[in-house]
């Protein structure tokens, strides 16, 4: 299988005719309808739609969460549509960063200690101290959870994702609970990473400006892509607002 296209770029995610069916009772929710996407290495893409539209969905089963009703997902030339829980769980370990809209923070841990306790486990770790220096923390790396702002708590949950050196990120409305001043500074972590580690990133989010600092921008509605779109500039986070 190739993983590079006409570009160049290399191919890191993709998936062909994914389907979600999720079966509650009686009624089916036809979540996704048949998604093709690829995802190349060290691109900023932004998922937009309408809540409900697929993609939490999507994002579960490219990030190992979930399984797919039919359909075919690969992160490189590992099938995750054919792997076991074990394999997945691996995959997820080794692979994928994940921050959702909620920090899910540990309360008791400091910021340091939160960010510690992933590169324990992870095969070749950053230091705690560089990751949350990476996301602008280094003079908080003391605090507990409860003595900084969302947006910092964001923050450390991001340098949490990138302390095992994950090769994609999956960001799930990391700004959906934060103002725009805030959330221009999870952004800016988000694109620094991007630019200087060259981890591929896919933003879900309902706020259509965040559309400006993207590569690429995929518009979901009714559990298909209905488009894609290459932005000719990408924006600098501290250049939007909403
Ligand atoms: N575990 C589940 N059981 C049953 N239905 C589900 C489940 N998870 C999601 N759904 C349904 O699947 C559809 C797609 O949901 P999904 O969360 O992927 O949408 P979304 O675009 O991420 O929405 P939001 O922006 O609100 O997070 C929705 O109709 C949702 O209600």
Same mark, same amino acid.
Request: glycine share 8%; net charge negative.
């Given at each position: 299988?190739?993983?590079?296209?006409?570009?160049?770029?290399?191919?890191?995610?993709?998936?062909?005719?994914?389907?979600? =069916?999720?079966?509650?009772?009686?009624?089916?929710?036809?979540?996704?309808?048949?998604?093709?996407?690829?995802?190349?290495?060290?691109?900023?893409?932004?998922?937009?739609?309408?809540?409900?539209?697929?993609?939490?969905?999507?994002?579960?089963?490219?990030?190992?969460?979930?399984?797919?009703?039919?359909?075919?997902?690969? +992160?490189?030339?590992?099938?995750?549509?054919?792997?076991?829980?074990?394999?997945?769980?691996?995959?997820?370990?080794?692979?994928?960063? +994940?921050?959702?809209? +909620?920090?899910?923070?540990i309360?008791?841990l400091t910021a340091w200690e939160n960010v510690a306790l992933?590169?324990? =486990?992870?095969?070749?770790?950053?230091?705690p101290?560089?990751?949350?220096?990476?996301?602008?923390?280094?003079?908080?790396?003391?605090? +507990?959870?409860?003595?900084?702002?969302?947006?910092?708590?964001?923050?450390?949950?991001?340098?949490?994702?990138?302390?095992?050196?994950?090769?994609?990120? #999956?960001?799930?409305?990391?700004?959906?609970?934060?103002?725009?001043?805030?959330?221009?500074?999870? #952004?800016?972590?988000?694109?620094?990473?991007?630019?200087? #580690?060259?981890?591929?990133?896919?933003?879900?989010?309902?706020?259509?400006?965040?559309?400006?600092?993207?590569?690429?921008?995929?518009?979901?509605?009714?559990?298909?892509?209905?488009?894609?779109?290459?932005?000719?500039?990408? #924006?600098?986070?501290?250049?939007?607002?909403?």
């Open positions: 299988m190739s993983h590079w296209n006409t570009d160049g770029d290399e191919r890191i995610l993709h998936a062909r005719g994914l389907t979600k =069916i999720y079966r509650s009772g009686e009624v089916d929710v036809f979540a996704l309808r048949g998604v093709d996407i690829d995802l190349y290495r060290s691109e900023m893409a932004v998922l937009l739609g309408p809540s409900g539209s697929g993609k939490s969905t999507l994002f579960n089963i490219l990030g190992g969460l979930d399984q797919a009703t039919s359909g075919q997902a690969w +992160f490189r030339d590992l099938e995750l549509t054919a792997c076991s829980e074990h394999q997945l769980t691996r995959f997820r370990r080794d692979h994928v960063g +994940f921050v959702f809209q +909620f920090y899910n923070l309360p008791s992933v590169t324990e =486990i992870a095969p070749s770790p950053m230091p101290d560089e990751a949350l220096a990476m996301v602008g923390l280094q003079e908080r790396m003391g605090h +507990f959870p409860a003595q900084l702002s969302g947006g910092e708590q964001q923050r450390v949950a991001i340098a949490r994702a990138i302390a095992k050196r994950p090769e994609i990120m #999956l960001c799930d409305e990391p700004t959906g609970a934060l103002d725009s001043k805030t959330g221009v500074l999870v #952004l800016e972590a988000l694109s620094r990473i991007n630019r200087e #580690l060259g981890t591929t990133m896919a933003i879900i989010t309902h706020n259509a400006v965040v559309r400006q600092i993207a590569d690429r921008v995929f518009s979901f509605r009714d559990g298909t892509i209905v488009e894609a779109v290459r932005n000719e500039h990408r #924006l600098e986070p501290s250049a939007v607002s909403w």
